[in-house]
């Protein structure tokens, strides 16, 4: 078997050219949303886009590791704000939308923190059918929610047709 090559870190997409710690987030947010700073800052996880960062136990905030992924920040607030209320998977509330700054280059997203554990997180054997069908349904029904909006509305926020 032939070995994969190695690329250095800075050559991987997503692991992108902004990357905050801890100290800088919360020193972020101390000067954009003070409110939301009670407690300690500490890293969360990561996906292709954002870097997440707990904060205070009550609140995330998420940080774009790239410029490119910036107009996603925009089509997601028109959608979470378009979602109705009730029914389905819980949606964040309480958002705040940063801005650039000195801090930090990019705009940046912080929201309450929803209870719960990641689904990623379960272990089939330990979810019981009734609960699996449950779990299934909320998230089912908040995504038809979700497909059931029009893409004018994502158009208008993002300046693009996304019509198919």
């Not at 209870?115 to 089912?140: C, M, N, Q, Y």
Request: aromatic letters at 6%; one cysteine or more.
């Amino acid at each position: 078997m032939v070995p994969s090559p190695t690329v250095s870190d800075d050559r991987r997409p997503w692991h992108g050219p902004h990357r905050p710690d801890e100290v800088t987030v919360a020193a972020v947010l101390r000067t954009q949303c003070a409110h939301v700073l009670e407690g300690p800052v500490r890293y969360l996880a990561e996906g292709w886009d954002f870097q997440a960062f707990d904060v205070a136990d009550r609140w995330i905030a998420r940080f774009p590791k790239r410029e490119n992924v910036v107009p996603g920040i925009a089509r997601e607030r028109v959608v979470l704000e378009a979602i109705p209320p009730g029914g389905g998977a819980p949606v964040p509330k309480d958002r705040f939308y940063g801005e650039p700054s000195d801090g930090f280059p990019l705009p940046f997203v912080v929201h309450r923190k929803i209870p719960g554990v990641p689904l990623d997180t379960l272990e089939p054997e330990t979810v019981d059918a009734a609960k699996a069908r449950t779990i299934g349904g909320s998230v089912g029904e908040r995504l038809r929610q979700v497909h059931a909006l029009p893409t004018s509305l994502l158009d208008a926020a993002t300046g693009d047709d996304l019509s198919l």
